[in-house]
């Protein structure tokens, strides 16, 4: 076992989340494979963005 590093308790470092569900999605990805949500990219950067949010969190394009 190695340890060093806690336990994630942040999201910070995946390269997207899932809005719905929070699980991690990849970026060659257009939906979400864990609950098969769509979901809206930025045109900018990829990055994944929330339902609720027009703009993109990351560079808020
Ligand atoms: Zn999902
Ligand atoms: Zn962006």
Same mark, same amino acid.
């Given at each position: 076992m190695i340890s060093g590093e806690s336990s994630s308790d942040k999201k910070d /470092?995946?390269?997207c989340a899932c809005p719905f569900c929070d699980a991690p999605v990849a970026q060659a990805y257009p939906f979400c494979k864990s609950c098969g949500k769509n979901l809206k990219r930025c045109p900018g950067c990829g990055?994944?963005?929330p339902e609720d949010q027009d703009? %993109?969190?990351e %560079?808020? /394009?």
């Open positions: /470092g995946a390269p990055k994944v963005i703009t %993109c969190p %560079c808020a /394009g």
